[in-house]
Structures are given as structure tokens and as C-alpha cells.
């Protein structure tokens, strides 16, 4: 991975919260795994989360996406109105673009 | 398929959220600011602490409280980090207990 990736997705962008299945330390919750969402915004970049929890501090700095999902698309059984979204931040290795 | 975090409970049922207040006790301040001087100080991150929290078995982490498992996790931390010994803390900790503490008679 370079040092410094580039940021992929621009606002409005498609993208696919993937399922990675990996063990340990992560961020990406299951009930957003697999669903698509739009881009929100670019966070800049961050060390991964994934890295630090285990004391690997100062790598690389990966993009970091808010990303904005449709609430009746996460939850088959959501009451509220048509319009509602939830925002996640997800970093980039956990998107695929749609 | 995915494997599911101790943590990570959104969309799960979850029955009434308990809301009465619960003033601090000395222990849980004087704790979270140790914690928070180790975090500062770049002895330990966030990220670690969560981890630990995600190691914790399922009927620990739900017997515990908040302020349990941010103790504990930053035990955890600091004896993997080799900074404290694990023997000598419950030594120490059974002494301040039999002495008693500004939270508990000894």
C-alpha cells in the first residue's frame, strides 16, 4: 500500500459496504455490511484503526468516507419516513464502487 | 460470513435502557484521568482499548460496567505492554482494599 493513498470516491459516488470477514479489530458494523450507500464526504486520510488496536502506530494513512445509507435499506422492518439516512464513517479498503 | 463483535449491537434487540443517574465514585474518576494521561501520552490508543474490550468473553463484558471494563482493559494494556506485573498490581490492590479507600471502608 503507498504510503499516502489517494482519495477514490468523490461526493455522491455509489459504493458497497463490503463484508471482509476479518477477524480482531474493526469498525465497520455487520448490520451495514454488503449494503450500498452514497458518499457523503472525504474525511482525509487516518492510520487504520485496524493497525492500532494492536500497537502498530505510525503507518500508513488511509481515506476515510462518510458514507450515507437509506435507513429502509439497513432495517426491513424501519417505521420511519422514506427520506431518512444514516451517516458511517467507513474506511476506504471496506468499499467497492457500484 | 461475518463475525460478530461483542461491541457491535446495532440492530440487535435490546430491551428498556436503564436512565437514572449515577453520581461517580472517586475510584472511576481518579481512573478515567490515569487513563487518559496514558492516552496522552501515547502509551496506549483508543483503537487498543477497544480491542481489549472486544477480547473480554461475552459474560464478562456484560457483567462488567462501563468503568469495569475501561479498568480492565487498561490493566490489560499496561501488563502486554510489559509496564506492569500482573502479580505485584493484585498485591497492591488487595492492600488498598484491606486499608480502604475513599469510596469503601477497609
Redo the contacts between chains.
Keep these: 500500500m503507498p504510503a499516502e493513498s489517494k482519495a477514490a470516491y468523490a461526493p455522491g459516488d455509489r459504493v458497497r459496504i463490503l ?1 471482509l ?6 469498525r465497520t ?5 454488503n449494503k450500498v450507500g452514497i458518499i457523503d464526504r472525504y474525511c482525509g486520510r487516518f492510520e487504520n ?2 493497525e ?4 502498530r ?1 505510525g503507518r500508513a494513512r488511509i481515506p476515510l468516507y462518510r458514507v450515507r445509507l437509506r435507513q429502509r435499506d ?2 426491513t422492518d424501519y417505521e420511519g419516513a422514506e427520506a431518512d439516512t444514516l451517516v458511517l464513517e467507513i474506511y476506504d479498503h471496506w468499499l467497492r464502487p457500484v | 460470513m461475518a463475525e460478530r463483535l461483542i461491541t457491535d449491537i446495532g440492530g440487535l434487540p435490546a430491551g428498556e435502557v436503564p436512565r437514572q443517574e449515577a453520581p461517580p465514585l472517586f475510584w472511576q474518576k481518579h481512573m478515567l484521568a490515569m487513563f487518559n494521561v496514558l492516552w496522552s501520552n501515547g502509551i496506549l490508543n483508543l483503537d487498543e482499548y477497544r480491542r481489549t474490550m472486544e477480547e473480554m468473553s461475552p459474560e464478562d463484558y456484560n457483567r462488567s460496567t462501563f468503568y469495569g471494563r475501561r479498568l480492565d482493559g487498561m490493566i490489560e494494556l499496561l501488563v502486554e505492554k510489559g509496564l506492569i506485573d500482573r502479580a505485584e498490581l493484585g498485591a497492591r490492590t488487595d492492600d488498598i482494599l484491606r486499608k480502604g479507600t475513599r469510596d469503601h471502608a477497609g
Design positions: 463484508d470477514g476479518k477477524p480482531g479489530h474493526v458494523p455487520v448490520y451495514a455490511r484503526p485496524e492500532r488496536a494492536y500497537g502506530v439497513l432495517w
